[in-house]
């Protein structure tokens, strides 16, 4: 007999062995996916180090058959503010049946997290046209990441580029017509990269005021300052409090490196902007890219983007990143990557949300295709 209930401290076990056998395939490329040990410290970030975790808040849901655990759902507590009032978000996250119990049955995880009254706004992204057609069944709202739906790149390592795609060429097995096309496009994407790329150099901006870059490793109140004028500009908005931003930015328990780039004024060392990436690899050996997950620059200041942008493709060098890929989040970032960036693609990574049946949420759910627009989600909730 299947049944379904809450997590509990005692499953936090059996829940990893259960997800480290259910990823099979990531064994070959190297992925911690594969260990016990990863789930057991993504519970601890999920949960016991969350600052918008109580112990009232759902973990998530597990399926049994009898006592044998076959189904799991985590549920991850977020704050946000709904026209400038703290509440939370639930993010679903991890959601793996046992192939032998999936159907109808596996269903009922999802539906646990739709009806839970823990939150007041429920979030997800889709894995497979399956789950896309499942949220619209919810009443889900789609929302796309980056909003310009365009992605900036530059090469970092050209000869270890190169050297990695000869190596690719000879391995690659061609089985069909579309895998050859997409084959021949990204082949001309990168080449024309390497041909035409121009320098991003840091003074190439001209500006009164002089800006140093660095690593950062924590976040103070000036982090949360300065996003005050665009939270204050959205009805619905992730919040940015001090204890938030240290837990998305500075966490270890995620498959990929995080790095927090900050840049301040010489004069003062106040903070002028900032941007947080993450060192993606398929492999632990393979060189990396330096993927954009977010940023807060002040006023888009183009002189504060470049400092930015110069430190971070050195610290690529020094981290054996060939690749650095970043989107606009303003209309005047987006026209200075555009002038800046040789190289520029089509990127559309579709979220959901869903405003629960709460009854202070009940108007804004009415609203939700306007407010769409304006969510100002952040792009590094990547549990």
């Known amino acids: 007999m299947l049944t379904i209930r809450e997590v509990e401290d005692k499953d936090f076990a059996s ?18 996916y594969i260990t016990k040990e990863f789930w057991l410290s993504m519970f601890e970030y999920w949960w016991a180090s969350n600052p918008a975790y109580t112990d009232q808040f759902p973990r998530g849901w597990v399926l049994e058959n009898e006592s ?20 939370i978000a639930a993010a679903a996250n991890s959601w793996y049946v046992d192939p032998s119990v999936r159907g109808l049955s596996s269903l009922r995880l999802f539906d646990k997290f739709v009806k839970q009254k823990s939150a007041s706004l429920l979030l997800s992204r889709a894995v497979d046209f399956s ?9 889900f709202e789609k929302y796309i990441l980056p909003v310009s739906q365009k992605e900036y790149v530059y090469i970092i390592n050209k000869k270890k580029l190169v050297y990695n795609l000869f190596n690719f060429l000879i391995t690659v097995r061609i089985s069909k017509l579309s895998e050859l096309l997409e084959l ?20 190439s901006v001209l500006s009164d005021e002089r800006y140093i870059s660095s690593l950062c490793t924590s976040c103070d109140d000036a982090f949360s300052r300065i996003w005050e004028p665009y939270l204050n500009s959205h009805d619905i908005s992730l919040s940015r409090d001090t204890k938030t931003l240290n837990w998305l930015y500075f966490s270890s328990a995620r498959l990929s490196t995080r790095l ?43 002189a504060v983007l470049a400092s930015l942008l110069s430190f971070t493709i050195e610290t690529g060098k020094q981290n054996r990143v060939s690749l650095l890929v970043v989107w606009a989040n303003s209309q005047k970032t987006e026209e200075y990557f555009r002038k800046t960036f040789s190289l520029r693609r089509a990127a559309i ?29 952040i792009k590094c909730i990547s549990f």
Not at 276 to 285: A, H, L, T
Not at 365 to 371: I, P
């Open 260 to 302: 927090v780039i900050q840049c301040r004024r010489e004069s003062d060392k106040t903070l002028a902007g900032y941007m947080v990436f993450d060192i993606q690899r398929v492999k632990p050996s393979d060189e990396g890219t330096l993927h954009l997950m977010e940023m807060c620059i002040e006023n888009d200041n183009p």
């Open 15 to 32: 829940i990893a062995e259960f997800m480290a056998k259910g990823f099979p395939d990531t064994l070959a490329k190297g992925s911690p």
């Open 131 to 139: 789950r896309t057609i499942l949220f619209s069944k919810f009443k």
């Open 68 to 87: 044998t655990l076959v189904g799991f759902l985590g549920n991850i507590p977020i704050k946000f503010l709904l026209y400038g009032e703290g509440k």
């Open 184 to 203: 021949y496009k990204k082949l001309g994407f990168l080449f024309w990269a390497y041909v035409y790329q121009k320098p991003v150099v840091r003074g």
């Open 349 to 377: 990574k579709h979220r959901y949300f869903r405003f629960s049946d709460n009854p202070d949420t009940s108007s804004v759910m009415k609203d939700g295709v306007s407010l769409q627009a304006s969510m100002t989600w």
